[in-house]
């Protein structure tokens, strides 16, 4: 079955650092791949996407790309804000549903 | 604004007692979701439903139960043969059905209601 598996949080940075959160997964053909936010006491919003090998999706200066050799999707963001943390959920789609990682906490400091 | 409303936010039950959670979408939305929120373990989904009138279990439906009579509401009831119920409860919908193409996987969700259990 599809799987999506996350690097364990919680990741601490300092404002305007580097961030990278791996995504990893296992699904049978070339699933369309995500990354949903969660801030604190909200439902999970959708940052960003890729429907196929080789596609950036990108928003709010976040990045990911789909990289079918590996089956990766990392999260990446070159300079993070307070603001950004939150929790982050990488996520494929299947069939007729959509198969989400654990989840990794991200908090950035001042 | 169209979104998700779910309620109540919050919501605390006794052993042994039943309880719905409210789901409502004015999107427009075919397809409704219900996914279950636990510490370290992601999203797992327990119904979901394509049309009115239909729905499917999903990975964790035991001691759950949905309908789906109307097209803007897909109620959750938590019932007394939930082993564990105490957790934070995600409604969802998407745009069309997931299986076809005009779907392009997207989901909006509600706020959440979380539920404890004395």
């Known amino acids: 079955g599809n799987s999506v598996t996350q690097m364990e949080g919680p990741v601490t940075l300092s404002e305007e650092a580097f961030l990278t959160i791996n995504c990893t997964y296992t699904a049978t053909g070339y699933p369309s791949l995500f990354w949903y936010v969660q801030y604190p006491g909200e439902g999970l919003q959708l940052l960003l996407k890729a429907t196929k090998a080789d596609d950036k999706g990108s928003n709010k200066g976040f990045e990911a790309t789909y990289r079918k050799e590996t089956t990766s999707f990392h999260l990446e963001k070159g300079s993070v804000q307070v603001s950004d943390s939150a929790v982050y959920f990488c996520?494929?789609?299947?069939?007729?549903?959509?198969?989400f990682g654990k989840g990794t906490m991200l908090l950035v400091s001042p | 604004d169209g979104g998700i409303t779910q309620s109540p936010k919050y919501l605390f039950r006794k052993e042994g007692q039943n309880v719905t959670l409210s789901c409502e979408q004015n999107l427009n939305h075919d397809a409704m979701y219900w996914y279950r929120q636990d510490p370290g373990q992601g999203l797992r989904l327990i119904y979901y439903s394509q049309i009115v009138n239909d729905f499917q279990k999903g990975d964790i439906a035991e001691g759950y139960s949905v309908s789906r009579e109307k097209k803007e509401s897909f109620p959750l009831t938590v019932t007394s043969a939930q082993k564990n119920p105490t957790a934070f409860y995600l409604c969802a919908s998407s745009r069309g059905l997931l299986r076809g193409g005009s779907n392009t996987g997207e989901l909006f969700f509600g706020e959440g209601s979380r539920l404890t259990v004395l």
């Open positions: 996520a494929l789609k299947g069939y007729s549903t959509l198969t």
